[in-house]
Every structure is written in C-alpha cells, then in structure tokens.
C-alpha cells in the first residue's frame, strides 16, 4: 500500500513527518474542520461520546444535535433548540464551523489531566494532496467529575458540560486564563459564566483555586484540597455587584485529581516543594496542639 508523507508540527516547535496509510477517506477525515471525536487510542467509547452530546444538548438547547459515524458533531436544525444558552450556542457553533479541528480526547485517570485541558495545538500538512489543518486536542479525564464535592449547585455548574465549553473558549475564541485582582476569573470562565447567568446557574467567582490541607470527611486523614467559590444573586435580586449573592462551594483532593499542568482547563496549582508541604503539616500540627 502507498504511503504519504504527512508533516506534524507542534505550534512554535519543530516540525516532523510522519507515514500515514494513502486512505482517501482516513485523509478526508483528518483534514476536515469542526468539532469531532478522536481517531487513536484516545478515542472517546460510545458511554463518554454520549455523556458529552447530552452535556452539549443541555447548555446549548440544541434539539436536532448528533455525532455523526464520522465522529464529528452536527446540528441539523439550528434554529429548532429550547431553552439553553445563546451564548453556548455561538460557541458551540463557532467550534463547527471554524477552520481548525477540535479533537476530543479520553485521558482516564491521567495524573497530567484535572477534569479536562487543551492540549499541544498541532498543523498537519500533507504534501501530496496539498492539505493542510491546525489541530487542538481537548483532553478529557471523565473519572476526575466523581471526586467533586460541595453544594449540589456548585458541582452542576463545574460538569463536564462547562468544562468543555472552558476548553472551547481556548481553542476556538483564543481566549486566556491570566487572571488578577481585577479580573479573577479570567478571560474563558468570563464568557462561561455569561453560560452560566443564562442558565441560571451559580457563576465562578476565581480562576486559581485555594490549595490547603483538609479533611473531606471527618474520619480522613488531612489531604491537599482545592477549593473553588461559585456565587448565586438570591432571588428577587437584579444580578449587579451590590446584590446580596449567595455563597457556594466546590472542593476535591488534588492527589485524586491531579492535572497540575500550566495548561489545565480548571484551576492551575502552584507547584509545592517538599520542603513547603511539609511546613505547612507543621503549622497544622502546631496549631492543632494550641487549641
């Protein structure tokens, strides 16, 4: 069987080649844009392909939506969805229609993946059929969603559905995660709590969660925990920022999670020496013997 020569690059690193099986289907498929599921091992099964469309149909209202047999996503009827959010609608949108392929990932129990990330955005060109595509992998670790605790709302407004769409925000609108005093949330999770305000659903109050020791149970050992602050405005209130909102929160054991890469799509922790760990279990065992 004829080969042809496909050239990958890493976005701002070296490019190399590599031999792909002369299939004029397979090659279709790879050069072709929009939002899909991927070919290789990382492959989403039909469960996880399944949990992601219903997370989608939900945000969005999408009535008519579906993955095709070629994995991608499509919308038959845009104009046939209820309820959802007009803005995860434009989004989703933008991730079908656009110029580069999103590629889905299933990354279970990765140590380098907390909930979900984007990945090394990659283009592809293949010499002999003049094709070429810019490619975002979103790497999705679908075991982290169950080690979620906190307020029931809080945790319905951190699923897989808003996780993704956080990805989306990277991959398709460009947009960033620098947060500070002014910004807290940052660029992605600005827009997703526009989602979130539509739907009526608690918005994220920081981009970086707060890293301590705590007991999830009062049985447990202590164990690094990340904590994230959503807030709701309480009814009958206009959703400004002198409306009294109610607090909610959203913790999990960072061992159990992991995913401390700069690039994760949830809260970036700062790297700990073991000098700094234990320390702080110092302190703790210090303040614990002054009570």
Not at 24 to 52: C, M, W
Not at 107 to 118: I, L, M
Not at 135 to 159: N, Q
Not at 258 to 281: C, F, I, Y
Request: include cysteine.
């Amino acid at each position: 069987m004829c080969a042809a020569l496909v050239v990958v690059c890493l976005v701002g690193a070296e490019c190399r080649p590599i031999q792909m099986a002369n299939n004029s289907q397979q090659t279709q498929q790879i050069y072709k844009p929009g939002l899909r599921n991927s070919f290789d091992e990382h492959a989403l099964n039909a469960t996880e392909l399944n949990l992601v469309l219903n997370q989608l149909q939900k945000k969005t209202g999408f009535v008519r939506m579906r993955f095709d047999n070629d994995g991608f996503l499509r919308v038959d009827d845009r104009q046939d969805f209820v309820g959802g959010s007009a803005r995860a609608r434009e989004l989703v949108l933008a991730a079908i229609d656009g110029k580069k392929v999103v590629v889905l990932q299933s990354h279970n129990r990765s140590p380098e993946v907390g909930f979900a990330r984007r990945g090394y955005e990659t283009r592809s060109v293949h010499w002999q059929a003049d094709l070429k595509i810019t490619s975002t992998p979103i790497e999705i670790d679908f075991d982290d969603f169950k080690h979620l605790r906190g307020h029931t709302e809080a945790i319905a407004a951190f699923d897989l559905g808003f996780v993704i769409l956080h990805e989306l925000c990277h991959a398709v609108l460009g947009l960033s995660d620098v947060s500070d005093e002014l910004n807290p949330a940052g660029g992605c999770e600005n827009y997703v709590n526009q989602i979130r305000r539509e739907l009526g659903m608690p918005e994220r109050q920081h981009y970086l969660a707060d890293v301590t020791f705590k007991k999830m149970f009062s049985s447990a050992p202590s164990v690094e925990t990340a904590t994230l602050r959503f807030a709701k405005t309480k009814p009958g209130r206009r959703p400004d920022r002198r409306a009294k909102k109610k607090t909610l929160f959203l913790r999990w054991e960072v061992p159990a999670v992991g995913g401390k890469s700069d690039n994760t799509a949830l809260p970036k922790m700062k790297p700990k020496l073991e000098s700094d760990v234990a320390m702080r279990q110092l302190m703790l065992q210090i303040a614990s013997q002054e009570k």
